[in-house]
């Protein structure tokens, strides 16, 4: 049973630039997550997919957009980079099972760096 | 928002000794979570917990959830290298977005 895989692993890219990230969740979860981690910080929640929806958002930018395939795997999108927006970005996954409502399960992350 | 603090920030200790870090919030938990993330990876789920006053054991790990439902701590005992890692608690605010501390950094040297 596969866990939460995430792609790329790293990314550089430079200011203004677009990216786009990938994440797959875990068997049986329906509902993504994304956050963002700045070194030697804990995460910040950006938002959440459910039925290829947005339900919940962080105190983050427009420039920051997802969503959410039918497959219910997930896209985090980028643009107009900016130096500030180099971290670790994490993507969560878990179910709206009410018996399983406080799990979620990571991924390894995408490592991404803007020069 | 709820904002969850976390003590201490750094911790750095023997192999062998014992270690409590804490999680505190200025208002009530609906649940907590508690993560250990290695260098590189994401965090990873230890335990949830949900009743005031509840203690959970995992090997050990001695988790504790205040009566009150705003503070928990996780209790170390005889720490190994492989407990080196950020320790993160995190709430699920009610349903709406899981909510972070900044973390406990913790060595433990052979």
């Known amino acids: 049973d596969a866990g939460v895989t995430q792609s790329p692993t790293h990314l550089i890219k430079t200011r203004g630039q677009q990216v786009t990230l990938r994440c797959s969740p875990k068997?049986?979860?329906?509902?993504v997550s994304w956050y963002q981690q700045a070194l030697g910080q804990g995460p910040q929640f950006i938002f959440q997919?459910?039925?290829?929806?947005?339900?919940q958002r962080g105190n983050f930018p427009d420039r920051f957009s997802g969503h959410q395939f039918p497959n219910y795997s997930s896209e985090l999108n980028v643009n107009a980079l900016l130096l500030g927006d180099s971290a670790l970005y994490l993507c969560?996954?878990?179910?709206?099972?009410?018996?399983?409502?406080?799990?979620?399960?990571f991924g390894p992350g995408t490592r991404l760096t803007v020069t | 928002t709820q904002l969850l603090e976390q003590s201490p920030q750094f911790l750095s200790i023997q192999e062998g000794e014992n270690l409590t870090v804490y999680c505190n919030s200025s208002?009530?938990?609906?649940?907590l979570q508690w993560y250990r993330q290695e260098p590189g990876e994401g965090p990873v789920l230890l335990v949830t917990?949900?009743?005031?006053?509840e203690v959970k054991k995992l090997k050990r790990l001695t988790f504790q959830f205040g009566d009150a439902r705003k503070d928990s701590s996780l209790h170390i005992t005889a720490a190994q290298p492989g407990d080196t890692g950020l320790y993160l608690c995190?709430?699920?605010?009610?349903?709406?977005?899981?909510?972070f501390g900044p973390g406990t950094r913790l060595s433990v040297l052979p």
């Open positions: 917990v949900v009743t005031g006053g």
């Open positions: 208002s009530v938990f609906s649940s």
């Open positions: 995190a709430s699920d605010n009610y349903g709406q977005n899981f909510v």
């Open positions: 997919y459910y039925e290829e929806e947005e339900r």
């Open positions: 969560a996954s878990s179910t709206f099972d009410r018996g399983s409502r406080y799990e979620q399960y």
């Open positions: 068997s049986g979860h329906d509902t």
